[in-house]
């Protein structure tokens, strides 16, 4: 039986460091840019006059703030197929009309720069861009979900004023199948270090070849360049706990070859006795300190990384293990959107989401279906989140920014990906694609084989620690029989079928070695796809867009995807607690859905549509209700006003297993209770109330550590609640915001996705009784007024503090 046994030593990204010499220096560049909406000739002049545009902060995406395009009288407005007219095919882009956006930034650079190795880093420009320095083109992007460095040590002008513009271009409406955003949506730094002894991009690759819970064996390699006239140059390993212990500190002479100024080199072999391991329940991070010395000792460069120590193994035994445990992969897979900020990577706005799905249960994110950004995979690192890294969509043109051929890509995308990505302990699967053995047309017409073989071949030169993958379309089988796996399905390490987790038993006889993760899971099935699997022997799954998102819209007016757990405010619906009793099967849960109608939305001849639920005891008189009530205890008992409606048993079948159905349930004012009971014992109780008329606004801050950094966020729930503090569901009154003080209002955003509003601004409605304004703060600390008023409620006024 094939098993494979994976061990890293593995690291988060490169931190912003200036060492204590200054040997390196990380300059943020975020901030001070100008921003114009359109094409805009000679924009990337010296001369060229801003001063009329918009100041902006990057992250930045310039297409949350453009208006909704509806789609003509006549015209299909959704995803069902690829309409001539523009407006229609604007459904997958969350109706954003495509476009180009203009960003300058005028800097002086510091006169001890002179004589420097000096970079632009940018994080990602979306969807394809061009840089500009002082009017002349110096870098670019084709694939904006990667980043790239620009060296522009020999064209800076000292002493004077320099211009960077960035022209950020969306393409066209089909050049993606999803909301992607546009702009600087990433993080942009300026980078110094010594000209003659510096490391490279990404220049970490740090492996454990041997990992117990006795001891862990480290290789650190790096990749560094060397222009001095040496016969070795010394290079400082230092180990950090995480309590600020040093592990070891040890530095070693490396053999040089003036022959090859650039190259990879073993730096330190350490050994940590009673290592603390990383996993989902403890992701114990450690510092990795690694400084290239100069001849006379001082440091001439320096990257500094965090690190978890872990091993993990693939069989199709067991699927997966993390440290000689069965873990199982308990998942989504969302896009890398944020709901209100559109495609700008905020960190807080996604640790926000990691937390949330952290409560439910969630052990694992596929990055569906793209790389995302740095500080994402750092917050996984932190937070325990297994990740299923992807890195395309197609392996189309048309979906690779649709301006240079996909098959000029993958070359360097490859390299960008896995080294910039393989040392983070989240990362435990590469996947190179979503959904292609179903296209004759990919590079090479065999439906992906060789195209797959290419790039893991790349991949494997620089990560050989981890299995790859790629996600199977739902219609693409055999062509010969439907009864065998496509025959790329036979290429991939591990077999990741989207929706079709029904066809691992019959190809498990057929192919013994095979190892199977279901990529994709959809919410209509949710419980028999989880528990119909044989959880003893599959990796997972992934539950296809638990966050409900924009784009991808199944028709106007809708914006985007609905079919989540949670709506895109991150309210959870209903349905999130049958996750939650699935995935913490430990944890005593009983949850309340009512059934309001059904959808029947079919994705890729999958239906995803799943029953319309709500949580409120507010119906109409007389009515009669269908319901759920979500559970992993043994039995529950439904009562409305005390009176007991009955007893109904859990049941082993997966079909039905923790959704107890109850029907004809009369709705009478007052109260309706769910007890769940296990072993005789009451261990959970859901209750839901009749609530009168909203009399006021409540307000809950989410983060307590608010930094003023310019970049940290501030989310604040606003709630209508009536006199006796109750949500009042059925409020939908207009908000208005008001801040005074050292924060902008950056995000406003309910859970209705049929909504006109846009999500900036200072207003907006609430939807099933509450809303959520998001503040970012400024680079002053201080106090931040925050006041929510509408008509005929009492308002809320807050006052929060930024450090």
Request: aromatic residues 10%; contains cysteine.
């Amino acid at each position: 039986m094939k098993r494979i046994t994976f061990v890293l030593w593995a690291l988060m990204a490169i931190m912003p460091l200036a060492a204590a010499d200054n040997s390196r220096i990380v300059q943020n560049f975020n901030f001070d840019w100008r921003f114009h909406a359109g094409d805009v000739a000679d924009a990337h002049s010296v001369s060229f006059d801003d001063d009329g545009w918009q100041s902006v902060v990057v992250p930045h995406d310039f297409q949350i703030s453009q208006p909704w395009v509806a789609p003509a009288k006549g015209e299909k407005a959704d995803n069902s197929d690829i309409a001539s007219n523009v407006k229609s095919r604007l459904s997958s882009r969350g109706f954003k009309e495509m476009g180009i956006g203009w960003y300058r930034k005028t800097f002086t650079p510091d006169e001890a720069w002179k004589g420097k190795r000096i970079l632009l880093d940018f994080e990602g420009i979306m969807l394809v861009g061009d840089v500009y320095l002082n009017g002349e083109r110096v870098g670019g992007t084709e694939y904006g979900y990667l980043g790239f460095d620009i060296d522009v040590s020999k064209l800076l002008k000292f002493g004077q004023p320099n211009v960077v513009a960035v022209k950020a271009n969306t393409q066209n409406p089909e050049n993606s199948r999803w909301y992607t955003g546009g702009g600087l949506f990433r993080d942009v730094n300026l980078i110094v270090t010594d000209p003659q002894q510096h490391f490279t991009r990404h220049p970490l690759y740090i492996t454990t070849p041997k990992v117990s819970e006795a001891q862990a064996t480290v290789m650190v390699q790096a990749e560094m360049a060397c222009y001095l006239r040496v016969k070795d140059f010394k290079v400082n390993t230092k180990i950090v706990d995480g309590d600020g212990n040093t592990v070891s500190d040890v530095t070693n002479d490396i053999p040089y070859n003036r022959g090859q100024k650039v190259n990879e080199y073993i730096v330190d072999s350490v050994t940590i006795n009673s290592p603390r391991l990383w996993s989902c329940e403890t992701p114990h991070l450690y510092k990795a300190i690694v400084s290239i010395l100069r001849p006379d000792g001082t440091i001439a460069d320096q990257v500094c990384e965090n690190f978890g120590v872990r091993w993990f193994e693939y069989s199709p035994e067991f699927g997966f293990k993390l440290n000689g445990k069965k873990v199982l992969f308990k998942g989504n897979a969302n896009h890398h959107t944020l709901g209100a900020l559109g495609a700008a990577a905020y960190p807080r706005a996604m640790e926000k989401r990691i937390q949330l799905l952290k409560q439910f249960g969630f052990n694992h994110i596929r990055t569906s279906h793209n790389p995302y950004s740095k500080s994402f995979l750092d917050l996984c690192d932190k937070y325990g989140m297994l990740v299923v890294d992807e890195l395309y969509d197609k392996w189309l043109t048309q979906y690779a920014g649709g301006r240079t051929e996909w098959l000029n890509l993958w070359q360097h995308d490859v390299p960008e990906f896995v080294r910039r990505d393989r040392n983070h302990p989240s990362v435990v699967m590469w996947s190179l694609g979503n959904e292609l053995q179903q296209y004759w047309s990919l590079p090479f017409a065999d439906w992906g084989v060789t195209p797959y073989r290419l790039q893991r071949e790349l991949l494997h030169r620089y990560d050989n620690t981890r299995p790859v993958t790629v996600a199977m379309h739902p219609r693409g089988r055999n062509l010969k029989t439907d009864s065998l796996p496509a025959p790329l399905a036979l290429e991939t390490d591990i077999a990741s079928y989207n929706y079709r987790y029904m066809y691992f038993p019959g190809d498990s006889r057929r192919f013994p070695n095979m190892i199977f993760y279901q990529s994709e899971a959809n919410t209509a099935m949710m419980g028999p796809n989880f528990f119909e699997m044989d959880l003893d022997k599959v990796v997972g799954l992934a539950y296809w867009g638990m966050i409900d998102y924009l784009g991808e819209s199944n028709g106007w007016p809708a914006k985007g995807w609905v079919q989540g757990a949670f709506d895109v405010s991150l309210e959870p619906k209903p349905i999130a607690y049958l996750l939650w009793s699935m995935f913490k099967p430990d944890d005593p849960v009983v949850h309340i859905g009512i059934i309001d109608g059904d959808d029947n939305t079919v994705w890729n001849d999958v239906k995803v549509g799943s029953q319309r639920m709500s949580d409120h005891w507010n119906r109409k008189p007389g009515s009669s209700l269908s319901l759920y009530t979500y559970t992993n205890a043994d039995e529950v008992e439904l009562l409305v006003n005390g009176k007991s409606i009955g007893v109904k048993k859990n049941t082993t079948n997966p079909k039905g297993r923790n959704k107890i159905k109850w029907d004809n349930v009369k709705y009478e004012p007052g109260y309706i209770e769910a007890v769940a009971k296990k072993g005789g014992k009451v261990v959970a109780r859901h209750k839901i109330e009749t609530t009168t008329d909203a009399v006021a606004l409540q307000a809950t801050p989410d983060n307590e550590a608010w930094k003023a950094d310019g970049q940290d966020l501030q989310h604040v729930r606003i709630c209508a609640v009536d006199k006796k503090g109750r949500r009042v569901q059925g409020a939908q009154n207009d908000i208005t915001f008001t801040v005074e003080g050292p924060a902008e209002i950056v995000g406003v955003i309910n859970g209705d996705m049929n909504s006109e509003e846009l999500t900036v601004g200072n207003k907006r409605r609430l939807y099933k009784g509450t809303a959520t304004v998001i503040l970012r703060s400024t680079r002053e600390a201080g106090k931040v007024t925050l006041v929510a008023t509408t008509d005929g409620l009492k308002k809320v006024k807050q006052v929060y503090k930024t450090n």
